[in-house]
């Protein structure tokens, strides 16, 4: 029962990472790597705003989420907006967004040192017993929230104009410019968007496992992980991706050692990309870059 709850306790934060950042790859089509720092400067911020200038909880959180939002924001606008119009590769996107990511994270340290830092609220306690295992307060809004914020999206994507917008984006930029849509103000959308998830998520994880400046590119390498299992390009597929990596990685740590829990993670991975490459949703696509 424990590893059962350990593996959905995982799937709920990967599921919600994942989201974050497919939804800004599939109307971009570049891996935003910057994006681990979102979910990392959330974090800081939420520590920033409740622990070192004591505001309340309640008012931290939003000011932190729209601040992390803001970074995705100014990202998109003033790096990769400005590349886009020059019409670089993906790859020239990608390598400025690992030199974004490592300015950022050279910020964070710099502010917050790189020591682990705690927003929990009181004592470490030992969580509510369900069935002889065992689940903390915390990790319950874990997987609520994730859920909620899962489905959520779901339908703002199939019945919001905006929503549907991103997603003739997603399938294709020229076509939908034909009929009117703009995508550069769309490409803004999926970033606020998918920054303001990511900073949920990376939140909700502090709240579990404290902060430090390492914990958003650790929680992204699994979110990619878990969309290219998924099949780059579907959202429902990001259900079974986070579920078989997060299942992968708990069965393997109570068989073998909680050491190999990233090793695991890759494994998987090389395996789906060998005898399953479309992923779950065996959808082929005409071209993929990264």
Known sequence: MQIIINIIITFSIYLLVTLSFAIIYQTTKFFHFAHAAIITFAAYFTFLFFKQLSLPLLLSIPLSI??????????????????RIRKVTSLVLLIASLGVYVIFQNIISLFWGDDIKSIRLGVVKTGNDFYGAY?????????????????SALLFLKYTKIGKDMRAVSSDEGLAGIFGINANKTILWSFGIGSALAGIAGILQAFDTDITPMMGFNLLLYGIVAMILSGIDSIWGLIGGSLLLATSQHLGAYYIDSKWMDAIAYIVLILFLIWKPLGFSGKRLKKIEI
């Open 66 to 83: 729209f601040a992390a939002t803001a970074i995705g924001l100014v990202c998109e606008i003033s790096i990769y907006k400005p590349l």
């Open 135 to 151: 689940i903390t307060d915390n990790q319950i809004i874990i997987i609520f929230i994730s859920i909620f914020l899962f489905i």
